[in-house]
């Protein structure tokens, strides 16, 4: 019986240990997780490839005239985007770097900060701010880099020569060339996620269906009957979606292959650009679709795709059995 009296204060203070110093012990983790929008990720430029691996390196592989593939020092990435010729990268800390082609000031980043997310258009970069507004550096000629007045804005992105940004309440904003439409998307709600293509932009929305405007020429706007989706790229003239249970599908434009990717299974992520399709599979590996003229065609493992673990939860979960067994064993002895 002493020894019963003496575990039950034991047991109560190991559950006030799992439920404050567990959680707070393993955050800094659980943060860094769920910092990036995938960890680890892949990005597809106009014909180079970006991955950033589970340890916050970054590798590149294709054309690599600009030095757009000069990542090999960058570390702490939490995100990726690369242009036509020239890669951004978020560090944890909320700054950028940028390495690539810099004729119009597309990677002017140095002095950016609370930056949570990136775009990169052909020759333009655009960035997205902790407080929800953005920013823009780079070509302005259509005045795709004219964001300065956007605000609860949740995700950007950014081509050719157009801006996206959705924002918290679902609907979405745009600037820049509209030549063929790419920017009436004024009229869209319930979005959850969008995609620039050369001169065409695509929407998800909540019930995982999928809306388009812009050119069509090469039926890159054909998703009509796309359900299930949980993400969606757009490159030149092709569009991708990752269906729900990991497989993939895509529209547009084929002269490379860039769409054969049917035969693709446990993707958890999808990127796409010029001519090729990148896709990361859930065991880290990358598989690709396309032109390979420069080598853009990766063929990484990355590192375990890994969802951030709610360990404030599990702590949670952990001290209410440690207080059962607790309360178990005072009653039992009660009735002994």
């Given at each position: 019986?002493?020894?019963r009296r003496i575990l039950?204060?034991a047991l109560?203070?190991?559950a006030?240990?799992?439920t404050?110093?567990?959680?707070a012990?393993?955050?800094n983790?659980?943060?860094?997780?769920?910092?990036?929008?995938?960890?680890?990720?892949?990005a597809a430029?106009y014909?180079?490839t970006v991955?950033v691996?589970?340890d916050?390196?970054?590798?590149?592989?294709?054309?690599n005239?600009?030095?757009?593939?000069?990542?090999?020092?960058?570390?702490g990435?939490?995100?990726v985007?690369?242009?036509?010729?020239?890669?951004?990268?978020?560090k944890?800390d909320?700054?950028v770097?940028?390495?690539?082609?810099?004729?119009f000031?597309?990677?002017d980043v140095?002095?950016?900060t609370?930056i949570t997310?990136i775009a990169?258009?052909?020759?333009h970069?655009?960035g997205l701010k902790?407080g929800?507004?953005?920013?823009a550096v780079?070509?302005n000629?259509f005045?795709q880099?004219?964001?300065?007045?956007?605000t609860?804005i949740t995700?950007?992105?950014a081509?050719y020569i157009?801006?996206?940004?959705?924002?918290?309440?679902?609907t979405v904003?745009?600037?820049?060339n509209?030549e063929?439409g790419q920017?009436d998307?004024?009229n869209w709600t319930?979005?959850?996620?969008v995609?620039?293509?050369y001169?065409h932009?695509?929407g998800?929305?909540?019930?995982?269906?999928?809306?388009?405007v812009?050119?069509?020429?090469?039926?890159q706007?054909d998703?009509?009957n796309?359900?299930?989706?949980?993400q969606?790229a757009a490159?030149?003239?092709?569009t991708v979606g990752?269906k729900?249970?990991?497989?993939?599908v895509?529209?547009?434009?084929?002269?490379?292959?860039?769409?054969d990717?049917g035969s693709?299974?446990?993707?958890?992520?999808v990127?796409a650009d010029?001519?090729?399709?990148?896709?990361?599979k859930?065991?880290?590996t990358?598989?690709a679709?396309?032109?390979?003229?420069?080598s853009a065609?990766a063929?990484?493992?990355?590192g375990?795709?890994?969802?951030?673990?709610?360990?404030?939860l599990?702590?949670?979960?952990i001290a209410v059995v440690v207080?059962?067994?607790?309360i178990f064993?005072e009653r039992r002895?009660?009735?002994?």
């Amino acid at each position: 019986m002493k020894n019963r009296r003496i575990l039950l204060p034991a047991l109560l203070y190991i559950a006030l240990i799992f439920t404050l110093i567990l959680p707070a012990s393993v955050l800094n983790t659980a943060s860094v997780l769920a910092q990036g929008q995938v960890t680890p990720m892949v990005a597809a430029g106009y014909a180079h490839t970006v991955g950033v691996e589970t340890d916050g390196t970054v590798v590149a592989v294709g054309n690599n005239e600009s030095g757009q593939c000069d990542v090999g020092n960058w570390t702490g990435i939490t995100q990726v985007a690369a242009g036509a010729a020239h890669t951004v990268g978020v560090k944890t800390d909320g700054t950028v770097v940028a390495a690539g082609w810099n004729e119009f000031g597309q990677c002017d980043v140095g002095n950016w900060t609370d930056i949570t997310q990136i775009a990169a258009g052909y020759v333009h970069t655009v960035g997205l701010k902790t407080g929800g507004t953005a920013v823009a550096v780079g070509n302005n000629e259509f005045g795709q880099c004219e964001v300065g007045n956007w605000t609860d804005i949740t995700q950007v992105a950014a081509s050719y020569i157009h801006t996206l940004g959705l924002k918290t309440d679902g609907t979405v904003v745009a600037v820049g060339n509209n030549e063929f439409g790419q920017c009436d998307v004024g009229n869209w709600t319930d979005i959850t996620q969008v995609a620039a293509g050369y001169i065409h932009t695509l929407g998800l929305k909540t019930d995982g269906t999928v809306v388009a405007v812009g050119n069509n020429e090469f039926g890159q706007r054909d998703v009509g009957n796309w359900t299930d989706i949980t993400q969606v790229a757009a490159g030149y003239a092709h569009t991708v979606g990752l269906k729900a249970g990991g497989t993939v599908v895509a529209a547009g434009n084929n002269e490379f292959g860039q769409c054969d990717v049917g035969s693709w299974t446990d993707i958890t992520q999808v990127a796409a650009d010029y001519a090729h399709t990148v896709g990361l599979k859930a065991r880290g590996t990358v598989v690709a679709a396309g032109l390979d003229d420069d080598s853009a065609l990766a063929e990484w493992n990355l590192g375990l795709v890994v969802s951030p673990i709610n360990w404030p939860l599990i702590g949670g979960i952990i001290a209410v059995v440690v207080v059962g067994l607790a309360i178990f064993f005072e009653r039992r002895d009660r009735h002994a």
